[in-house]
Protein backbone atom coordinates (compact mmCIF):
# COMPACT_ATOMS: atom_id res chain seq x y z
CA UNK A 1 0.00 0.00 0.00
CA UNK A 2 1.37 3.14 -0.99
CA UNK A 3 1.34 5.95 1.47
CA UNK A 4 1.90 9.70 1.19
CA UNK A 5 2.15 12.19 4.09
CA UNK A 6 2.59 15.69 4.38
CA UNK A 7 3.81 17.55 7.54
CA UNK A 8 5.08 20.92 8.52
CA UNK A 9 1.99 23.02 8.02
CA UNK A 10 1.03 26.08 10.36
CA UNK A 11 0.25 29.27 11.28
CA UNK A 12 3.44 32.29 10.44
CA UNK A 13 3.21 36.07 9.95
CA UNK A 14 3.15 37.62 6.39
CA UNK A 15 6.75 37.47 5.48
CA UNK A 16 7.35 34.40 7.24
CA UNK A 17 9.05 31.31 6.20
CA UNK A 18 7.81 27.69 6.26
CA UNK A 19 9.31 24.34 5.55
CA UNK A 20 6.67 21.63 4.48
CA UNK A 21 7.74 18.08 3.91
CA UNK A 22 6.48 14.93 2.20
CA UNK A 23 7.59 11.44 2.61
CA UNK A 24 6.19 8.26 0.78
CA UNK A 25 6.49 4.91 1.45
CA UNK A 26 5.60 1.78 -0.29
CA UNK A 27 7.20 2.09 -3.59
CA UNK A 28 10.21 2.87 -5.48
CA UNK A 29 9.39 6.82 -5.88
CA UNK A 30 12.95 8.06 -6.95
CA UNK A 31 11.64 8.31 -10.65
CA UNK A 32 8.35 9.56 -9.69
CA UNK A 33 7.18 13.51 -10.27
CA UNK A 34 6.74 14.74 -7.08
CA UNK A 35 5.36 18.33 -6.02
CA UNK A 36 2.08 20.34 -4.41
CA UNK A 37 -0.79 21.66 -5.11
CA UNK A 38 -2.75 23.54 -2.73
CA UNK A 39 -6.44 24.44 -2.25
CA UNK A 40 -7.18 28.24 -0.75
CA UNK A 41 -10.31 28.67 1.55
CA UNK A 42 -13.57 28.32 -1.27
CA UNK A 43 -11.44 27.62 -4.30
CA UNK A 44 -10.37 25.03 -6.35
CA UNK A 45 -7.27 22.97 -5.96
CA UNK A 46 -4.14 24.41 -7.92
CA UNK A 47 -0.58 23.74 -8.65
CA UNK A 48 1.86 24.92 -6.80
CA UNK A 49 5.30 22.91 -7.81
CA UNK A 50 6.84 19.81 -8.83
CA UNK A 51 9.97 18.49 -9.16
CA UNK A 52 10.90 15.19 -11.60
CA UNK A 53 13.44 12.69 -10.45
CA UNK A 54 16.00 14.38 -12.29
CA UNK A 55 15.66 17.54 -10.61
CA UNK A 56 13.97 19.86 -13.04
CA UNK A 57 11.87 22.31 -11.32
CA UNK A 58 8.41 24.28 -12.32
CA UNK A 59 6.49 26.66 -10.37
CA UNK A 60 3.28 28.43 -11.05
CA UNK A 61 3.19 32.29 -11.34
CA UNK A 62 2.61 33.41 -8.17
CA UNK A 63 5.15 31.70 -5.95
CA UNK A 64 8.08 31.90 -8.44
CA UNK A 65 10.71 33.68 -6.54
CA UNK A 66 9.45 32.64 -2.91
CA UNK A 67 8.94 29.06 -2.53
CA UNK A 68 11.70 25.95 -3.32
CA UNK A 69 10.65 22.49 -4.68
CA UNK A 70 13.28 19.94 -3.31
CA UNK A 71 13.84 16.29 -2.96
CA UNK A 72 15.92 13.47 -1.79
CA UNK A 73 15.34 10.73 -3.50
CA UNK A 74 17.66 8.34 -0.97
CA UNK A 75 14.36 9.21 1.78
CA UNK A 76 12.03 9.22 -0.75
CA UNK A 77 11.18 12.79 0.80
CA UNK A 78 10.10 16.37 -1.01
CA UNK A 79 10.23 19.30 0.44
CA UNK A 80 8.89 22.79 -0.36
CA UNK A 81 10.64 25.91 1.08
CA UNK A 82 8.39 28.55 1.24
CA UNK A 83 9.24 32.26 1.94
CA UNK A 84 8.29 35.69 2.24
CA UNK A 85 4.56 33.92 2.95
CA UNK A 86 1.42 36.21 2.16
CA UNK A 87 -1.95 35.80 3.30
CA UNK A 88 -3.14 34.62 -0.40
CA UNK A 89 -0.83 31.30 0.41
CA UNK A 90 -3.08 30.37 3.46
CA UNK A 91 -4.42 27.08 2.12
CA UNK A 92 -4.59 23.54 2.87
CA UNK A 93 -0.95 22.29 0.96
CA UNK A 94 -1.31 18.43 -0.63
CA UNK A 95 1.68 16.59 -1.50
CA UNK A 96 1.21 13.95 -4.42
CA UNK A 97 3.47 11.51 -6.36
CA UNK A 98 2.97 10.79 -9.88
CA UNK A 99 4.23 7.88 -12.19
CA UNK A 100 2.16 9.15 -15.24
CA UNK A 101 -0.47 5.90 -14.38
CA UNK A 102 -1.56 6.82 -10.74
CA UNK A 103 -1.04 9.89 -8.65
CA UNK A 104 -0.79 9.68 -4.76
CA UNK A 105 -1.99 12.16 -2.93
CA UNK A 106 -1.39 13.36 0.87
CA UNK A 107 -3.93 14.17 3.34
CA UNK A 108 -2.73 18.09 3.44
CA UNK A 109 -1.72 19.90 5.67
CA UNK A 110 -3.06 23.43 6.35
CA UNK A 111 -0.81 26.67 6.11
CA UNK A 112 -2.32 29.81 7.42
CA UNK A 113 -0.62 33.50 6.80
CA UNK A 114 -1.82 36.48 8.93
CA UNK A 115 -1.31 39.71 8.01
Known amino acids: QVHVVESGGGLVQAGGSLRLSCGASGRTFSSYIMGWYRQPPGKEREFVARITWSGDRYYADSVKGRFTVSRDNAKITVYLQMTSLKPEDTAVYFC?????????WGQGTQVTVSS
Open 96 to 104: YADNSITTY
